[in-house]
């Protein structure tokens, strides 16, 4: 089962901050971030795992409540690389493989 | 080169005609995965490996087939193509339980369109 992401879309301006948001139903082992450029792969930014701390990637950064079974992704003082599509992909402990959200696509101006 | 290969990049076909997409890799990793990419609904699972002789159904198996031919190999067919299966088709790897966390690495994609 997907997990929910949130918003659809973000548009920012350079500098400003972002929050991406996602959701499960299940009981999670860990939570994946990736971004997937205009044309390009998805790439890995960081993983979660359960028990896990806060992961960072230059200024983007991640949290993971198990409880709740959600994750944000934080993205500070955006940059006109963050420019891209973020999906979050969970895994269910024993389960082996990701089922990725709809994706959130952040366009960053000048 | 690119660690995991995918060809065609692109293919225009008809309905009813048989597809082959094929990827390979050089990470040596076991673990194979393939996942169909459609705007507002992200990449779904589609088959994945975890060896050569463990072939497992994802969340959207019909309509497809799947051939590992060897570690470096994973095949992904469509039997009968029909147009909702126009979309882009991405294959991955995973060096789990090298790291103890299943982080995928991705090829560039293979876009089809069937008409």
């Known amino acids: 089962q997907q997990p929910v992401q949130s918003p659809q879309a973000v548009i920012l301006r350079e500098g400003e901050d972002a929050v991406i948001n996602c959701s499960s139903s299940k009981a999670l082992y860990s939570v994946h971030w990736y971004r997937q450029k205009h044309g390009e792969a998805p790439v890995f930014l960081m993983i979660l795992l359960k028990g896990g701390e806060q992961k960072g990637h230059e200024k983007i950064s991640a949290s993971f409540n198990e409880k709740k079974q959600q994750s944000s992704l934080y993205l500070t003082a955006s940059q006109l690389s963050y420019s891209g599509t973020y999906f979050c992909g969970t895994e269910r402990a024993n389960d082996y493989k990701l089922s990725f959200g709809a994706g959130t696509t952040v366009t960053v101006r000048a | 080169d690119a660690d995991v290969t995918q060809t065609p990049r692109n293919r225009i076909t008809k309905t009813g005609k048989r597809i082959m997409l094929e990827c390979s890799q050089t990470?040596?990793?076991?673990?194979m995965y393939w996942y169909r990419q459609d705007p507002g609904l992200g990449l779904r699972l589609i088959y994945y490996?975890?060896?050569?002789?463990?072939?497992n159904k994802g969340e959207i198996s019909d309509g497809y087939s799947v051939s590992r031919q060897a570690q470096a190999k994973f095949s992904l067919s469509l039997e009968s193509a029909i147009p909702n299966q126009t979309a882009l088709y991405f294959c991955?790897?995973?060096?789990?339980?090298?790291?103890?966390?299943?982080?995928?690495?991705f090829g560039a994609g293979s876009r089809l369109t069937v008409l």
């Open positions: 490996s975890f060896d050569v002789k463990d072939i």
């Open positions: 991955a790897t995973s060096d789990f339980p090298q790291i103890g966390a299943n982080v995928l690495t």
């Open positions: 990470k040596g990793h076991d673990r």
